[in-house]
């Protein structure tokens, strides 16, 4: 079956701009995780979705960083006014079952380059 | 807090030599433990978890793992390693909390030599 899918694979913009990533989770998973991966180093946990809320945020760096998922499938990572240290590989992750077991399917990421 | 640290950021091997990535967790809670795989420009697949029972597990690609509790660790091994292994791999930790977000090491690179 499809997996996740996140769009765009690259993102490049100028410093200040607005930017919005797009992960679709695998059909019928109700939790889903977006994570940072900046260059050589592991995923970090940004914000966590159980069905259309925000479940858990306390990862967001700071409120530049917003994300949403109105109808509890498709979500959107959304930063105001990047800067230059937002560039990274943005994750988006998802799980079949409610905080379950933690087994959680990454999408292949977007890369986001701040100039 | 938890935190996951492994102590090599790049192990090279020969092909068919056994391997052993190391990783070591801290926690205050119970934990469940994976190791994931990161081939290039590829998304990360998962090898193995550890969530309870048996401390030894096998994972896809004839990985296994053992969980040690009272060394806090949760090394990776193979036995004989292909030139298709060459990916970057990162242990992570799962607190028993609601949102079971992971908390990542900061990752191996494992070149695997001809």
């Known amino acids: 079956g499809a997996g996740v899918s996140q769009t765009p694979s690259n993102k490049v913009t100028e410093k200040g701009k607005y930017v919005e990533l797009r992960c679709d989770p695998i059909s019928g998973h109700t939790a889903l995780y977006w994570y940072r991966q900046s260059l050589g180093q592991g995923p970090e946990f940004l914000i966590y979705f159980q069905g259309t809320g925000a479940a858990d945020d306390s990862g967001l760096p700071n409120d530049r960083f917003f994300a949403v998922r109105p109808e509890g499938s498709v979500s959107t990572l959304k930063i105001q006014r990047t800067e230059r240290g937002d560039s990274a590989v943005y994750l988006c992750?998802?799980?079949?079952?409610?905080?379950?077991?933690?087994?959680?399917?990454f999408g292949p990421g977007t890369r986001l380059t701040v100039t | 807090a938890q935190s996951v640290t492994q102590l090599d950021s790049q192990v090279p091997v020969f092909e068919e030599a056994p391997v052993e990535l190391r990783c070591n967790y801290s926690s205050s809670v119970s934990v469940y433990l994976f190791w994931y795989v990161q081939y290039p420009n590829q998304g990360l697949q998962l090898l193995l978890k550890y969530l309870s029972g048996s401390t030894l597990v096998k994972g896809i690609n004839g990985f296994e793992a053992e969980f040690n509790k009272s060394q806090t660790s949760f090394h990776l091994r193979k036995p004989s390693v292909h030139i298709s292994d060459t990916a970057e791999y990162f242990c992570?930790?799962?607190?028993?909390?609601?949102?079971?977000?992971?908390?990542f090491g900061s990752g191996t690179q494992l070149t695997v030599l001809p």
């Open positions: 992570a930790v799962s607190s028993s909390g609601s949102a079971r977000q992971l908390t």
């Open positions: 992750a998802s799980s079949p079952v409610a905080g379950g077991v933690g087994e959680q399917y």
